[in-house]
């Protein structure tokens, strides 16, 4: 309806009784209201959320910039300017950068496993067989899971004694393994409970992928003769991947992010091997105090996902295969 | 012999669709064990559960009655439930009320703003914690819902998200509109909301999923058990329970689960099509 205005509009001046000289007075005051009005909607439509980030996203950025260049007291409150001092005492200090390298591994293990396995599930699922909506279905299931209920069901099979990860083992004859107290187990346990979390979102986001790429290209690979595995890594993988590329940096942030799991499965042990970045600002600010430092690792943090976004947006702005 | 090399394919073929469906079935296993285990400990008395069995000639759902008679488990899904629709309902109408400013109106610095909103999405929230529990504190907000709703109110990565979507409107809507004399509301009520419905849904969706996944901030900022929302209560009660005592655990959790699981299959349909529709564009 709206569409077949502007038409109408134009031939009613010529039939009407003031004809031409209307549109030309209108025109300039109505835009000049327009534009009036524009300002006005602009603060109304735009205020609430620009006042919401300010207060919300903003001012705390600044906030934990400034306090990480201080010394702080138990209220949180700075007291000495210390310059870059923190930031320096950190990057020296043997625990942070532990908790760096543990949380590399964990990241990197976590992405580049969730893109194997969802690619594997996707390419699985995107075959014309009789029933493979049902396993479609199954293979987004943990999207409904929340890190509460994860971390539970998994807490119960790495369970050392009731587990049935040591039942299985045990059954072959071997000795069970302390999942959450041994440091390099306990990477492993929440590395997999963490997979298997991100897998039903990235298996959706893939399967969209494979559908989307053209089947001509197949058809015509099929004529030349190109072998199915040929075919994957020639057209299916240079096709996707940008949403390759886009499963890696959401699924890398996500992970840089993680807390629930840390918190619920190893509160950071054994001996602080799965004590990640985001858990132990938790632990600086909140149960030891230490708000500077808590600061600092904060900004570090953001910093380091700052980057991996920026390079989303210059990858995603071009837009290129890769 | 032409006979047997049309044999010998048609094996193959079936070989392989076997082989095919083994794979599927094998992966569906790996991804669904972790539930039907829980599920199924839910219903074994906490006896057999401690002693490691996997089987119980006593099933019962017992442990379901003493979830939801010892545990406040209905309360904390009631309020995550409360606190989910309020963040999904306003997050979606602040959103896309910043989107529109952003598509459809001029004004001075719009650009600029624009670029503002658009650099806060690199900054992670759990960066921002310790500010923000000072700022909620000084507010009078602790341990009360409007504190696990206000901060999350609106968000530059949903702003971003519909102001794409309301990029491709086409602008002889919103002129034809200007002619017919529809302000900035009515287009905004009647034609832009109603364009972008698939995106207004699936960002709906990801805010729900969002809030309701919440566990940092809840935890700092949530005390009292009435108030507490789901993932920390589960949390509380993990934390309350003696290590081996997983029966009314397991239960608390396939009670959380079952329903999300359900509005999952059901929703699943709209929620691949917008995810397909903003994956394309």
Redesign the interface.
Same mark, same amino acid.
Request: one cysteine or more.
């Given at each position: 309806m709206l569409e077949s205005l502007p038409s109408t509009k134009k031939t009613q001046p010529t039939s009407s009784h003031e004809p031409q000289a209307q549109p030309q007075v209108k025109s300039p005051v109505a835009s000049f209201e327009l534009r009036k009005n524009d300002k006005y909607y602009a603060w109304l439509f735009l205020g609430p959320s620009l006042l919401l980030l300010s207060i919300f996203v903003f001012y705390p950025m600044l906030r934990t910039l400034y306090l990480s260049l201080f010394l702080t007291d138990n209220f949180g409150e700075p007291t000495v300017f210390v310059g870059l001092q923190n930031y320096l005492h950190l990057l020296k200090s043997a625990p942070y950068l532990a908790s760096l390298k543990a949380t590399t591994t964990y990241v990197v293990g976590v992405a580049s496993l969730t893109i194997v396995f969802g690619l594997l599930l996707a390419a699985m699922a995107n075959q014309k067989l009789r029933g493979i909506e049902f396993f479609r279905t199954i293979f987004t299931a943990t999207m409904g899971v929340s890190v509460s209920v994860s971390a539970i069901f998994w807490l119960f099979m790495f369970n050392p004694t009731i587990g049935v990860l040591n039942q299985v083992i045990m059954f072959f004859g071997h000795q069970p393994i302390a999942w959450l107290t041994t440091p390099g187990w306990a990477m492993v346990a929440v590395i997999v409970t963490s997979v298997w979390m991100h897998l039903g979102f990235t298996f959706l986001l893939f399967f969209g992928a494979l559908q989307s790429v053209p089947k001509s290209l197949y058809d015509a690979a099929d004529v030349a003769g190109a072998s199915s595995r040929y075919q994957f890594w020639h057209i299916t993988l240079p096709m996707i991947s940008p949403t390759m590329f886009f499963v890696a940096v959401i699924t890398l942030i996500s992970a840089f992010k993680s807390f629930g799991l840390i918190d619920l499965m190893t509160a950071g042990g054994p001996t602080n091997a799965t004590n990640l970045l985001v858990y132990r600002i938790y632990k600086d600010a909140f149960m030891n105090g230490n708000y500077a430092q808590a600061s600092t690792e904060s900004i570090i943090l953001a910093i380091i996902i700052a980057l991996i976004t920026l390079i989303q947006f210059k990858l995603l702005a071009k837009r290129v295969n890769y | 012999m032409e006979n047997a090399t049309m044999n010998r394919a048609m094996f193959k073929r079936r070989l392989g669709?076997t082989a095919?469906?083994t794979? %599927?079935l094998i =992966?569906?296993l790996i991804?669904?064990f972790?539930?039907v =285990?829980?599920l199924w #400990?839910s219903f074994l008395p906490s006896m057999d559960?401690?002693?490691?069995a996997?089987w119980s000639s006593h099933l019962s759902l017992n442990n379901y009655v003493a979830a939801f008679t010892q545990t406040k488990i209905l309360q904390y899904l009631l309020n995550s439930l409360i606190i989910s629709t309020l963040v999904m309902f306003a997050h979606v109408f /602040?959103?896309s009320?910043?989107a529109?400013?952003?598509v459809f109106?001029?004004?001075?610095y *719009?650009d600029q =703003?624009f670029y503002a909103?658009l650099a #806060?999405?690199? %900054?992670?929230f759990?960066? !921002?914690?310790?500010?923000? /529990?000072?700022?909620v504190k000084c507010l009078g907000l602790l341990n009360h819902y409007s504190v696990m709703v206000?901060?999350f109110? #609106?968000s530059?990565f949903g702003?971003f998200m519909l102001r794409q979507a309301f990029l491709q409107i086409p602008r002889?809507?919103k !002129?034809?509109?200007?002619?017919?004399g529809l +302000?900035?509301?009515q287009f905004?009520w009647r034609?832009t909301l109603p364009y972008a419905k698939i995106s207004l849904f699936t960002l709906a969706a990801y805010s729900f999923l969002g809030s309701? +996944?919440q566990?940092?901030w809840p935890?700092?900022t949530t005390f009292s058990d009435h108030l507490r929302p789901?993932?920390?209560g %589960? *949390?509380q009660l993990?934390s309350e329970e003696t290590f +081996?005592d997983?029966d009314m655990?397991?239960a608390s959790?396939a009670i959380?689960?079952i329903p999300? %699981?359900i509005?999952?299959?059901i929703g699943?349909h709209y929620?691949?099509s917008g995810? +397909?529709e903003g994956?394309?564009k």
């Open positions: - | 669709k095919k469906y794979m %599927l =992966l569906a991804i669904i972790p539930f =285990l829980g #400990t559960i401690a002693k490691g996997l /602040f959103c009320l910043g529109y400013a952003f109106l001029k004004f001075k *719009r =703003l909103v #806060t999405m690199m %900054l992670p759990e960066a !921002e914690v310790i500010p923000n /529990f000072v700022t206000i901060p109110l #609106t530059a702003i002889d809507l !002129e034809a509109a200007d002619v017919d +302000n900035h509301w905004y034609v309701w +996944n566990y940092l935890m700092l789901v993932q920390d %589960l *949390r993990q +081996n997983w655990i397991q959790a959380v689960v999300t %699981l509005v999952l299959f699943q929620f691949k995810l +397909n994956a394309v």
